[in-house]
């Protein structure tokens, strides 16, 4: 079997396996495994709506795949894009209904501010990393819950003492009349177009400019980059804030396009978290993502027809997730396996 | 309220935060120092919480006033088992041990919330009726200053992890067991060469961090929120891990590093009832042990390494 081969094999597998492992755990709770999975697959595939609810769903995965993605090619592990996606969801939805601007201009303002925010957040643990060498998990991860507590606390002095935030004005929207009139009136919005641009930028920057290869060089080693010529502290700062940068936009995909405001929250979105999964899936190239965003994302949106459908709680699907996360993790034994069925067919 | 009785109020209450963290950062002082980063933590404590607040809940009327006790032990026993989970897929299969403890914590929420949802129907557990009690040490709570500070309003919860952060400082540093130990996490091939079982020792370190995760996990649930929902732990876990490195990697440094979390998380407990501290608006008040953490890490202990082998899985024979 062929390298490439066994590299598509894996995540096929562990994919395969998660949804096993999942219909186990649905059996021995005294569920209906295949009542549940047909439950789940018309949440997603049901109708026209249901399908452009889990597009929408799936835009957010996609960013919030590469956020991870470009940290884990240049060597850092951001895992602090849900805390770069909160603050990125609350500065687009404040630039969005704080500034009266004609469209062209405030539209690209808006999503802008979102991507300058979760940058922003990212810069610090960047900064931390690159001067004293304090391990980027550790300070990504409190981050997340600065920015989910100082958020609350903006939303709530913003609003007064309320629980929600204005809404964004129609100048600042992604929604589109179109994309929802084509999927009975779901909230699909342009988001999915800039999802897409993000994955082409996401190569390009990382195969086509000496930028990108300075950057994956430092991932790789040091030492050989340093005695290169290349700036390490420059580069492992400027890999967090483009990461942080996807995370932020993919925030201000949520602000502007799926709610158009923001709520104050009890705990995290989840979407930064499963958008390692995504990564991992992907084996953190761009297209990868896609895939992984469209797996991830698809399972999540589906997820919420299981309760209404077969009296299933919903977390069925994050066991899923988690264990299929686990075995691409485990993908050392996979590889393993294949290569001695592969091995033994050889030998017949 | 004048300084004495803001101490008098804080110190029970730091101490109180301070003992599941204390628990949960020794069991990664276990796991790192034998090479295993365990970043787990946070679900494995999730599982704890859980199994401590159900077995609470449907043993109250067998066990009676020892049930919150007992409910450590389960809580231990289920999050030892879980954590085999980590162990096998970093030590055996090679996993890239930050991503195999991510898929711990998502796990072990996801678990507990599918389990509770299926046991109760709801978001939430019911509330226990018994949880951990806290008392006054007689004699002790009379002494000036210092009684109504430390021996007023003790968990005994908090006294078994002071107890635990000296075993623990006392098997790391004084026994065969520890020395294999560290010498597994510093250079497995050396150890190896001596007749260590690296991967053994590294199994059983694991465990031990899972086994102490559980019983912090079940000790914060059964003291402070006395339910189990999303939210109950709700990164305790992950403060943990950051006391272990603000301890840098020993016992009692990161006990001393878990009561100053501790302080940090009674300040937005108490402060409303503070002078000065509130001022400030609750929401950052609830941010304010996140940016201690960042400022502790960046601030004041310098640079901080883990043990050598740290996150690398060991592979007979290879350099």
């Known amino acids: ?198 994955v082409v930028l996401m190569w390009f920057l990382l195969e086509k400019t000496t930028m990108g290869f300075e950057l994956k060089s430092v991932g790789f080693n040091e030492n050989a980059s340093e005695y290169g010529g290349m700036k390490i502290g420059k580069n492992i700062i400027l890999a967090m804030v483009i990461s942080g940068a996807f995370a932020g936009l993919a925030g201000a995909m949520e602000g502007l396009g799926t709610f158009g405001n923001m709520y104050t929250r009890g705990g995290f979105t989840g979407i930064g978290f499963d958008g390692i999964a995504v990564a991992l899936l992907g084996a953190n190239t761009p297209l990868g993502v896609i895939f992984g965003a469209v797996l991830f994302g698809s399972l999540k949106y589906g997820a919420l027809n299981m309760p209404n459908a077969a009296q299933i709680p919903e977390e069925i699907v994050q066991i899923v997730i988690a264990l299929v996360i686990f075995f691409v993790a485990c993908g050392y034994a996979i590889r393993l396996l294949l290569s001695k069925i592969s091995k033994k067919k050889e030998a017949k | 309220m004048s300084f004495l009785e803001i101490l008098y109020f804080m110190a029970p209450v730091s101490i109180a935060y301070a003992a599941p963290l204390i628990f949960t950062a020794l069991g990664g002082v276990f796991s790192e120092r034998s090479g295993v980063v365990n970043i787990g933590l946070e679900g494995l404590m999730v599982m704890g919480a859980f199994i401590g607040i159900v077995f609470n809940l449907f043993f109250y009327d067998t066990f009676g006033n020892w049930t919150p006790w007992i409910a450590l032990i389960a809580a231990m026993v289920v999050s030892a088992v879980f954590s085999l989970l980590h162990a096998v897929a970093s030590i055996t299969f090679r996993a890239d041990q930050v991503v195999s403890g991510v898929a711990i914590n998502m796990l072990g929420l996801a678990v507990a919330l599918f389990l509770t949802k299926m046991i109760f129907d709801k978001g939430q557990t019911d509330f226990v009726k018994k949880a951990i009690p806290n008392f006054n040490i007689p004699g002790l709570d009379q002494i000036p200053v210092i009684g109504p500070m430390l021996f007023k309003g003790v968990y005994g919860s908090s006294i078994l992890a002071i107890v635990a952060a000296i075993v623990a400082w006392y098997v790391i540093f004084k026994t065969p067991f520890g020395l294999r130990l560290r010498a597994v996490g510093e250079h497995p091939m050396a150890a190896d060469t001596m007749g260590i079982h690296v991967n053994r020792i590294r199994y059983i370190a694991v465990v031990i961090s899972g086994a102490l995760a559980g019983i912090g996990g079940a000790i914060y649930s059964q003291t402070m929120t006395r339910d189990f929902g999303h939210a109950t732990i709700n990164g305790q876990g992950f403060m943990a891990l950051a006391a272990m490195i603000f301890g840098k990697w020993h016992p009692i440094g990161a006990m001393g590093a878990a009561i100053f979390f501790g302080f940090a998380q009674a300040l937005t407990v108490v402060g409303p009832s503070i002078p000065f501290i509130k001022e400030i608006p609750t929401g950052y008040l609830h941010a304010l042990p996140y940016v201690l953490t960042v400022l502790a890490l960046a601030g004041f202990i310098g640079k901080a390494t883990g043990p050598k082998a740290g996150g690398k899985p060991y592979i007979k024979g290879s350099r």
Not at chain 1, 47 to 63: F, V
Not at chain 1, 153 to 179: H, Q, V
Request: zero cysteines; aromatic letters at 10%.
């Open chain 1, 1 to 198: 079997m062929s390298n490439r081969m066994i590299n598509i094999l894996v995540p096929v597998i562990s994919v395969i396996l998660g949804l096993l492992v999942g219909a186990i755990v649905m059996a021995v709770s005294g569920y209906d495994p295949i009542l549940g999975y047909t439950a789940l697959w018309n949440g997603i595939f049901g109708d026209s709506y249901a399908i452009g609810e889990t597009i929408r769903q799936i835009t957010p995965y996609i960013l919030a795949g590469l956020a991870v993605a470009f940290a884990f090619r240049t060597g850092l592990f951001n895992i602090g894009v849900e805390g770069q996606l909160i603050v990125g969801w609350f500065a687009a939805v404040y630039v969005g209904a704080a500034f009266d601007l004609p469209k062209v201009i405030h539209l690209p303002l808006s999503i802008l501010a979102g991507a300058a925010a979760g940058a922003l957040w990212a810069f610090l643990p960047g900064l931390l990393k690159a001067k004293m060498k304090i391990h980027e998990v550790i300070v990504t991860i409190m981050m997340n819950y600065i920015a989910l507590h100082v958020v609350n606390a903006l939303i709530k002095t913003w609003s007064g003492g309320g629980d929600k935030t204005e809404r964004i004005l129609d100048s600042a929207s992604l929604r589109s009349d179109f994309l929802a009139s084509l999927t009975d009136y779901s909230r699909l919005h342009y988001g999915i177009i800039i999802a897409l641009m993000m």
